[in-house]
């Protein structure tokens, strides 16, 4: 900016970004060996692999004999990688899937993470539906993170 002999002039700008509304993303995991995976004991584990969704990292844990107090059920519970400095909000959807990879009737629905689906299905319902087919069964996690508007 010239100097016109009226003084200085500044210029500033700045800027509202506003991006895609929402990110949404889905992993699935495949139990093979259901029937080697019981006995484990209640509120123990087994993990899933890190998978990325709205550039977090996440994983799943698997609760076979269920989460303390659901003994007779199968949990399913989301949860950040704990090397995610930053809290994240979304909404997530934790579906039993058929042999075809369509959801089936036993959904659970949450609006922030992490939780547990303590009671997704029971073992004896799981063990007697079509789900569980060849020792194999399969979950979906559909997470849907809002993106916010920042300056």
């Known amino acids: 900016m010239g100097d016109s002999g009226c003084g ?7 800027a509202i970004v506003a991006r895609a ?7 699935i995991l495949k139990i093979d060996g259901y029937s080697r995976t019981k006995g484990l004991g209640t509120g123990k584990c087994i993990t899933s692999e890190i998978f990325q969704i709205g550039g977090h990292r996440w994983c799943m844990k698997y609760y076979p004999d269920g989460y303390t107090g659901y003994n007779n059920s199968i949990s399913i ?6 090397a ?11 579906s039993l899937l058929d042999q ?11 609006e922030h993470g992490p939780q547990v689906c303590y009671n997704l299905i029971s073992r004896k319902d799981l063990e007697e539906s079509v789900y569980l087919k060849d020792d194999i069964f399969s979950v979906r996690c559909d997470i849907t993170i809002p993106k916010e508007i920042f300056t």
């Open 8 to 14: 200085t002039q500044w210029q500033s700008s700045s």
């Open 21 to 27: 509304a929402q990110v949404y993303g889905s992993h």
């Open 77 to 82: 519970s989301l949860c950040l990688d704990q």
């Open 84 to 94: 995610e400095v930053n809290e994240v909000r979304a909404r997530y959807k934790i």
């Open 100 to 110: 075809d990879g369509n959801q089936a009737c036993y959904t659970f629905s949450k």
